[in-house]
């Protein structure tokens, strides 16, 4: 067994996670590197503070990796749902 396969192994549930965010839910992780990174990591504060994303360069794929912290596609889909209403109450045009 090679390294790659070993981590891939002990971590597939945290790679499937990521995944099922980043390839079902983009459209939303798209819309938060929109916005000021400052009220982005404010609002994922009161969803899930595991979400934040801290640094310089916040794309898609560094809000999706955020959700490796999460258990479960149910607790990945809440917080989904939390993240899309406090977008659409702070602009509503969206």
Same mark, same amino acid.
Request: aromatic share 10%; proline share 1%.
């Given at each position: 067994? &090679?390294?790659?396969?070993? @981590? $891939?192994? =002990?971590?597939? /549930?945290?790679?499937?996670?990521?995944?099922? @965010?980043? &390839?079902?839910?983009?459209? $939303?992780?798209?819309?938060? &590197?929109?916005? /000021?990174?400052?009220? @982005? /990591? =404010?609002?994922?504060e009161e969803v899930n503070?595991?979400?934040c994303v801290h640094g310089?360069?916040? $794309?898609? &794929?560094?809000?999706?990796?955020?959700?490796?912290?999460?258990?479960?596609?149910?607790? @990945?889909? /809440?917080?989904?749902? =939390?993240?899309?209403?406090?977008l659409f109450i702070s602009?509503?045009?969206?």
């Amino acid at each position: 067994m &090679t390294l790659r396969e070993y @981590v $891939t192994s =002990k971590h597939k /549930n945290e790679i499937s996670l990521v995944e099922y @965010v980043y &390839t079902e839910h983009r459209d $939303t992780l798209d819309r938060l &590197t929109r916005r /000021n990174k400052i009220f @982005v /990591n =404010k609002m994922l504060e009161e969803v899930n503070i595991k979400l934040c994303v801290h640094g310089g360069a916040r $794309t898609s &794929t560094d809000y999706a990796i955020q959700y490796l912290y999460l258990d479960s596609i149910y607790e @990945v889909e /809440n917080c989904i749902n =939390k993240i899309k209403e406090l977008l659409f109450i702070s602009d509503p045009f969206a």
